[in-house]
């Protein structure tokens, strides 16, 4: 006799949803994930989607005392809000408030039982007693006419707070010509809406932009190409989109809306793409097994990129904190600006005294000077000829905060200063700003201790000039002499025989590495050079220059320059300066007759370097050629290049990761550490870093613990980040960069598996063959 398989989930769950009725208390019994006609919720009830997904129900978002209806992912500890009901009218008391199906329609009632938000939908009565809200595993809170229909009345998907997600419309209605916005949020504790706005452009609806305050756009995508299935100005999403690693995009234009959407290729990922109340558009991921939320990638890519950021009469810096009110002026809230949201502004500490004809002519209003910042936008031209007649214009105008000289234009502002951005002292394109101060406050600026101080700035100033003048001059004579040879002082594109020429027929090898070999050159003017031949590059024409071009916009004082390049046929190379002094390793690695980097300047190669690095993309798929070449350890190698998948710009990550290391320790990765474990020294970095241990201890011994330790600690972090297994975990370069910069914070990484399992190996040394690697 056979025996029937039974299910005991058959049995289970009308016991489990007896449970929830109980210990919620709800007046009526309802499923899961549905509310039903006559049914509510309120005080700590909640329903979650049939997969477990998403819960919704009253949160009380960060020091808040106001609840909200809203819906987050319910697998993540951390409370993560996707959408909010009532951002607008929240609630003080959640037990005398109830969210219910009431006429038809989903409806929240305060404690004073007064309706406060509702999903307004017009249903006939013999609908309205069968409706049911079902929330959905993707996110989505549908109003249906019936358990079982397919119908849907409304959805949350159609009225997005400040999150898209996956498989949702970001959408431009055609009829109305209005499009359907993300909006952040006021603040940490307040879902309100904000002053940053994420839509489908209304003018290109093929491009999305972010707006401040509905009425400035300052962040704009480039219009969607269809063959690349990427915006034109985020060069890092088609990257993405080739790789098919983690989401597709897609556009759709139909009579009625054109609208944006995307889906991620794992279903399993927990992910959001959301209207950050910074101002910036960002992408996050969870990763469970360190349970932490990473930031993928952020646009605009500079904080400071953020229109007005700072609020009225604050000033943005790359340098954290992103915000520092102006010289007499301070937080409107202090308790917002702790929090970093700083769109508040600044207000002054003295009042105007503005043109008082009481006041003495040594009490009026005068004005401070800020240098080396961006204009405020909105100026107003004056017809003031000189630069005492435009500060004067601008003192006699009650209305008048702000004035500048320069070209002979007088430039004045009314009102609140807005946009600035102040620029490194080494930027030639910083200005002079005259800010209207009461006259109190500069008597403060003049004491003698500020006097003091602005004398020691004088001078740092004036010889930070002199210095910058003799760069100049040598960077001019410099430049002259390359332009009398090759016309300017851009890329050049180099013929293949003129190459062979300097080359001697490419007689002086100086090296040859994973891309190709090097040598010496010297071109006709008696400038040095060095040809990077390169191999395995299956590009076109347009899009090797292309890419070139991007590469040769670089310039750091740490890296070398991209002087020009030669495209002909499949021949393909590339042109550098040379290098009298050496590589870097020459000078990082213990050699004989070299001093040991110091640590500013190690961390200003790993910031320039940063700033546009690797390959990986000249490369495709063709990369056994390039495999051949290479000899040296498996741990420099991205796991990919091992596997025999596709190489990517996350490739190159991985590689940079492993600078980023060699950078801190002074010597090469595959040496063992010195702890007595042999440890293979990138896996003791990670250990080092998840066990919170002070990292200055992982720094070369020849600095002395001579670095600053955040930086230390920073550059530990991402480093260990961009050596993960697997490429989704990965960042990308820009977000990099901004670790870096200290703009993003970065969380604890997981220890690298791969790693781990090699530095259990007795050696590291890899063969490489055409098809195979082999690892002894």
Known sequence: MKTKNINPSRFMFPFLTLFMCLSLESRVCFAVDTISTNQSLSGNQTIVSAGGVFRLGFFRPGNSSNYYIGMWFNKVPQLTTVWVANRDTPVRDIYSSVLIISDGNLVLFNESQVPIWSTNVSTSSDISSSVVAVLLDDGNLVLRDGLNSSTILWQSFDHPTDTWLPGSKLRFDKRTNQSQPLISWKSHDDPAPGLFTFEIDPAVTNQVSIVWNKSQLYWFSGTWDQRTMSFSLVPEMRMTSLSNSTYNFSYVSEENESYFIYYLYNSSTIAKLFMDISGQLKYMSWLENIEQWLVYFSQPRQQCGVYALCGAFGSCSENQPFCNCLTGFQPTSQQNWDQQVYSGGCVRKTKLQCSNASVGAGRRDQFVESGYTTFPTHPQNSMA???????????????????????????????????????????????????????????????????????????????????????????????????????????????????????????????????????????????????????????????????????????????????????????????????????????????????????????????????????????????????????????????????????????????????????????????????????????????????????????????????????????????????????????????????????????????????QEISNEEEHTVTFTDKTISVS
């Open 385 to 755: 000829v000189s630069s005492m007649e435009c500060k004067s214009t601008c003192l006699k105008n009650c209305s008048c905060t702000a004035y500048a000289f320069e070209n002979n234009q007088c430039s004045i502002w009314v009102g609140d200063l807005l946009n600035l951005q102040q620029l490194g002292q080494d930027d030639t394109t910083g200005n002079v700003l005259y800010i209207k101060l009461a006259a109190s406050e500069i008597d403060t600026e003049s004491s003698p201790a500020n006097k003091k101080r602005v004398i020691v700035v004088a001078i740092a100033v004036a010889t930070g000039l002199l210095l910058s003048l003799v760069m100049f001059r040598i960077m001019k004579r410099r430049r002259a002499i390359i332009s009398t040879e090759l016309g300017n002082d851009l890329l050049v594109a180099f013929g293949y025989k003129d190459l062979e020429k300097a080359t001697k027929n490419f007689s002086e090898k100086m090296g040859k590495g994973g891309f190709g070999s090097v040598f010496k050159g010297t071109l006709p003017d008696g400038g040095i050079i060095a040809v990077k031949m390169l191999e395995s590059i299956n590009q076109g024409e347009k899009q090797f220059r292309a890419e070139i071009s991007t590469i040769g916009k670089i310039n750091h004082v740490n890296l070398v320059r991209l002087r020009g390049f030669c495209s002909e046929g499949s021949r393909k190379l590339l042109v550098y300066d040379f290098m009298p002094k050496g590589s870097l390793d020459r000078h990082l690695f213990r050699g004989i007759d070299s001093e040991p980097l110091d640590w500013k300047t190690r961390y200003q190669i790993a910031l320039g370097a940063a700033r546009d690095f690797g390959l990986a993309k000249l490369l495709g798929r063709e990369f056994s050629r390039a495999l051949t070449t290479m000899r040296g350890t498996v741990g420099y190698l991205a796991p990919e290049w091992i596997s025999g998948v596709a190489i990517t710009p996350k490739s190159d990550v991985y590689s940079f990761g492993m600078m980023l290391l060699e950078l801190v320790s002074g010597r090469r990765n595959f040496e063992h550490t010195s702890d007595g474990e042999a440890t293979f020294f990138p896996i003791w970095v990670a250990q080092q870093v998840n066990e919170g241990t002070d990292l200055l201890k992982l720094l070369d011994s020849r600095l002395n613990g001579n670095a600053n330790s955040e930086e230390v600690s920073r550059i530990c972090k991402i480093a260990c980040w961009c050596i993960q297994d697997h490429e989704i975990q990965r960042p990308w370069m820009s977000q990099v960069v901004q670790v870096l910069e200290g703009i993003l914070d970065v969380s604890l990484p997981p220890i690298p598996r791969f790693l």
